[in-house]
């Protein structure tokens, strides 16, 4: 990026107070810019010779260097000062001067890694526009390299829920292939993970810098998935008004995941089989072909062994895909992560109205654990956040669950309408779980020891949930009674029945 004075720039970051190393062996020159930067605000660390500067570097951590290419009158210094610049962690900004203006110094010092060069003699106003779009420059770099790390983060292996046995092959799996170029293919029904097992391949490997791009190929048409994956040139066909970059192009240097891949089209497989074996694409209605470096996934909710067996999916093809297979497994073959996924899922989350976190009842625990999730971890997501829209408290009960999950729920043993055990004093203020450890506090309702007469037992059971309510809303008596579906009459009367 060459900063020339004549145009306006708008940088889009307001640039805050930089460390700024000035290095120039003319001392005249390091007071000049160094009194304007600092009259900008910036500390300015300044040298007039090469000495010291290196260990400073890795000292004051610099935001921006600025230095000459000829410095002690001796050959281009200033090009070592770059590269030690460069080497740390994270790299300031580096604009470089240089005396002679030839372009033969000005391209080497790019090519060391300088972000700008500035020829002697320059204006002030040049080298504060520089200053500006250098520290910018360097703040949004800042700012896209936590983004990465945040989405890294996203995908690390504790947003993957689950401890049985077939998840624990799955991590293993992962682990073993994630930080590899193997093509992967991921298998299982609808639902159980497979995009996030891919992203978390991508986000865990030596590609995280790079793209990872998804494609679904059972959305597309044929014609429209090929030049989707392999781009066109314009007048390719009709319709094809202007020169396309196919997404394989797009994901150069990142991860391909391709979606469904069991749908993909007979003539699409053998372009695609061609592209894994030469590692370059050819676009619709072009002669020549551009070398790409892709990581390929794919995963399928099909058994392609049939597919290839019946004559839809090439065989050929089916080796390449299938370097690593990792399978995973539906929910109903590892019910005992259900509590873990209940945790998961309900973390963070509180009740609207009690702005209180939610538990699960026994029972609903039951019935999660009993159903057979045919949309298994999709679906089971659904009902979660379903339930905790649809709950009058803040305890997940079986009547908030969709009407087929409902189904598979045990014997109604009245636990659940009287939830004595749902927060014990002290438990009220209790801060959201944070781990899925921490989360078994999401407990299921103990059924209430019975003593006396029916009536009694009623009765007492009954004035414990009131009192419970009543505390859970700190003492609200009018949404208690709205919560209760009683009148306020109703409910002062049964108040004061209790402290009889
Ligand atoms: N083990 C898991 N832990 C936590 N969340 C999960 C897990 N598996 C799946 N999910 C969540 O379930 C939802 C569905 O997952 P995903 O889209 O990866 O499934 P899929 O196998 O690609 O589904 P489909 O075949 O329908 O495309 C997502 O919200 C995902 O975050
Ligand atoms: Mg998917």
């Known amino acids: 990026m060459f900063c020339r004075l004549g145009f306006a720039i708008n940088p889009p970051y307001v640039v805050g107070v930089a460390k700024i190393f000035l290095v120039d062996d003319e001392l005249t020159m ?40 000829y410095l002690d009158r001796k050959s281009a210094q200033g090009l070592d000062i770059v590269r030690k610049a460069r080497a740390l962690s994270p790299p300031p900004a580096i604009i470089m001067i240089t005396g002679f203006g030839t372009v033969e110094s000005a391209v080497e010092a790019m090519k060391a890694g300088a972000f700008d060069y500035l020829e002697k003699p320059f204006k002030l106003e040049e080298l504060k526009l ?166 390929i996934l794919s995963a399928t909710n099909e058994n392609l062994e049939s597919l290839v067996k019946n004559g839809r999916f090439r065989e050929d093809l089916y080796y390449r895909l299938n370097v690593i297979a990792i399978h ?80 598979s729920a045990p014997r109604d043993d009245g636990s659940e309408e009287i939830p004595e055990g749902l927060l014990t004093a002290g438990e009220t203020n209790r801060p959201p779980p944070n781990s899925a450890e921490q989360s078994c506090a999401i407990t299921p309702v103990d059924t209430p020891m019975a003593a006396g007469n029916l009536k009694d037992f009623i009765r007492t059971q009954e004035q414990k949930y009131i009192e419970h309510v009543l505390r859970t809303l700190r003492g609200d008596k009018e949404e208690t009674a709205r919560i209760l579906e009683i009148s306020l009459a109703t409910l002062y009367r049964k108040l004061s029945e209790s402290s009889e």
């Open 30 to 69: 390091v007071q000049m810019v160094a009194e304007v930067l600092q009259a900008d605000g910036h500390e300015v660390f300044p040298f007039t010779s090469v000495n010291g500067v290196s260990e400073a570097l890795t000292l004051h951590q610099p935001d921006l260097v600025i230095t000459d290419l």
């Open 130 to 295: 520089c200053v500006q779009r250098a520290l910018t420059h360097t703040e949004m770099v800042a700012e896209n390299r936590q983004l990465r790390k945040e989405l890294k983060k996203q995908y690390r292996f504790t947003q993957i829920v689950g401890t049985s046995p077939p998840m624990l092959e799955v991590f293993r799996m992962v682990e073993l292939v994630a930080d590899t170029d193997a093509t992967v293919l991921i298998l299982g029904e609808s639902g159980t993970g497979k995009e996030l097992i891919a992203r978390s391949l991508h986000y865990n490997s030596r590609r995280a810098q790079g793209p990872f791009i998804p494609i679904n190929c059972s959305a597309l048409p044929e014609n429209l998935l090929e030049s989707e994956l392999f781009g066109h040139r314009k007048g390719a066909f009709t319709g094809a008004i202007s020169d396309k970059v196919g997404l394989f192009q797009e994901a150069d240097g990142g991860t391909l995941f391709l979606d469904e891949i069991g749908t993909m089209p007979a003539p699409l497989q053998s372009r695609l089989l061609r592209v894994l074996q030469e590692k370059e694409v050819r676009r619709v209605g072009d002669n020549s072909a551009t070398l790409v470096n892709v990581r």
């Open 328 to 407: 995973l497994p539906s929910l109903k073959e590892r019910r005992e992560d259900i509590p873990l996924l209940v945790a998961h899922f309900l973390r963070d989350k509180l009740h609207a109205r009690a702005n209180l976190p939610f538990q699960v009842s026994r029972r609903t625990m039951e019935t999660l654990c009993a159903y057979h999730w045919p949309g298994n971890v999709r679906e089971f997501e659904n009902a979660i956040q379903r339930a905790t829209v649809l709950a009058a408290l803040p305890l997940i009960r079986t009547r908030d669950l969709p009407p087929a999950v409902q189904a």
